[in-house]
């Protein structure tokens, strides 16, 4: 009976890692006292806000991916605003400033988040949507449950197509209890090493790997990430595409050459799936396009946004 007491109590002591260190990490409201921006109270909880650019102006909000919280768009959102645009970007759920709620992030989940925040923002008429990987899912997803909301629709390396991921993530998502406790000591260690590895690069913006790797002392935001792999990022969007195709939304697609989670073959199975998007592919880029190459983003939209509306104001 004593011979099985040890090892009980250094599985039930495993067991209890991620539990404990969930409890010493804090909520976000712990960080809110230095968020830029603004916060509005929604349906499912606190949304972490900020606006850019001019008063008037066409409006594109910008929805972030998995794990970069929303200030990954100030670099990109800075160059809009030159072409006369207004740019609202927002944290999601489990992500930033904004609150971590229970339940399954599935595309109906933050679909949910970004109707809310429009309502209060008083954003009632067409916008132009832009999302950077997991937030090209969710931007895809909304266009399909509203399409007479968006005006063009632009995806950045965007999910809901084609996903690489290791062997590791893959575990951790497709079985439940024990990747639950692999994604949350095993899979993020690694993350977090890999982020460090990070710390001194050039980046468009400063600071972005930093707050990357803050995010994982912000408790919900392991929960949050784990639950948008099993859910919003496994859902492949064909369905939702040809819908879109049908419904005659402008459609602008970015890719990154060189990106090793959003494979560039989905530039050819999208134009399977809508004929009428538009596809650009930026030349030596991976995953982190959209904070290494931002400026050749920008210039691409220039081009994209005045072709699909016809006229833009360019600021000159």
Request: hydrophobic fraction near 40%; aromatic fraction near 8%; charge should be positive.
């Amino acid at each position: 009976m004593l011979g099985w007491l040890l090892p009980l109590l250094v599985i039930g002591g495993l067991a209890c890692l991620p539990v404990l260190a969930e409890r010493r990490r804090h909520g976000a409201d712990a960080f809110r006292a230095k968020a830029p921006g603004r916060f509005a109270r929604l349906s499912q909880g606190v949304t972490h806000y900020q606006w850019f650019g001019e008063a008037r102006g066409p409006v594109i909000v910008c929805v972030h991916g998995l794990t970069t919280p929303s200030p990954v768009w100030y670099s990109i959102a800075a160059g809009l605003t030159k072409l006369g645009y207004r740019v609202l970007v927002y944290d999601l759920y489990g992500r930033g400033f904004s609150d971590a709620p229970q339940g399954a992030q599935t595309g109906d989940f933050f679909a949910k988040q970004l109707e809310d925040l429009l309502e209060h923002q008083g954003l009632t008429g067409d916008v132009t949507l832009m999302g950077y990987s997991m937030g090209g899912s969710i931007v895809t997803h909304f266009s399909m449950l509203h399409p007479s909301r968006v005006t063009r629709l632009v995806l950045l390396a965007s999910g809901g197509i084609w996903l690489r991921e290791d062997k590791l993530t893959k575990v951790c998502r497709t079985i439940p209890f024990f990747g639950d406790w692999l994604h949350a000591v095993i899979a993020a260690r690694k993350d977090r090493k890999a982020l460090r590895a990070q710390l001194g690069q050039k980046f468009d913006i400063t600071g972005i790997v930093e707050l990357q790797t803050a995010e994982y002392q912000s408790r919900g935001f392991l929960r949050s990430v784990l639950s948008s792999r099993r859910h919003m990022l496994n859902d492949v969007q064909e369905g939702a595409h040809r819908a879109i195709g049908r419904e005659d939304i402008p459609v602008v697609a970015i890719w990154a050459e060189k990106d090793e989670i959003i494979p560039l073959k989905s530039l050819g199975t999208l134009t399977q799936w809508n004929r009428n998007s538009r596809q650009e592919v930026i030349p030596d880029a991976d995953h982190s396009v959209g904070y290494t190459h931002s400026a050749q983003i920008v210039e691409v939209l220039r081009d994209a946004l005045r072709d699909a509306a016809g006229q833009v104001n360019t600021g000159n």
